[in-house]
């Protein structure tokens, strides 16, 4: 994705992911923990994407990963059939650490 127009459409695949994806998870996850996606990175290939989140209450971000872990073919076949582009990449999912440091910061400079 050397061009210009290849990375234009490698960072819109990147938002609709992020966005479909959060769209998947308030449909699909049930109302036990608030599960919010922060970001989305695509392989250089474009065949993996990896989608972060975090969970609230943090207690239940173990149950949240394994939820979004078993529901990936599903969130995958789910954006599929929203997005037009010849190949939506297999997604595997993580937890936000990044987001997880700027939250503990935050606090500890409002404190």
């Given at each position: 994705m050397?061009?210009?127009?290849?990375?234009?459409?490698?960072?819109?695949?990147?938002?609709?992911?992020?966005?479909?994806?959060?769209?998947?998870?308030?449909?699909?996850?049930?109302?036990?923990?608030?599960?919010?996606?922060?970001?989305?990175?695509?392989?250089p290939?474009?065949?993996?994407?990896m989608v972060?989140?975090?969970?609230?209450?943090?207690?239940?971000e173990?149950?949240?990963l394994?939820?979004?872990?078993?529901?990936?073919?599903?969130?995958?076949?789910?954006?599929?059939?929203?997005?037009?582009?010849?190949?939506?990449?297999?997604?595997?999912?993580?937890?936000?650490?990044?987001?997880?440091?700027?939250?503990?910061?935050?606090?500890?400079?409002?404190?």
């Amino acid at each position: 994705m050397a061009t210009h127009e290849g990375r234009d459409r490698y960072d819109r695949l990147n938002m609709l992911v992020k966005q479909y994806a959060g769209q998947y998870v308030s449909r699909e996850a049930g109302n036990t923990a608030l599960i919010t996606i922060t970001r989305s990175t695509i392989s250089p290939d474009g065949k993996k994407c990896m989608v972060y989140f975090t969970a609230l209450p943090v207690d239940k971000e173990n149950a949240a990963l394994g939820f979004l872990k078993r529901h990936r073919g599903d969130m995958r076949d789910y954006i599929e059939s929203i997005v037009r582009t010849q190949n939506v990449p297999f997604i595997d999912v993580a937890v936000d650490e990044g987001e997880k440091n700027y939250q503990r910061i935050d606090g500890l400079l409002k404190q």
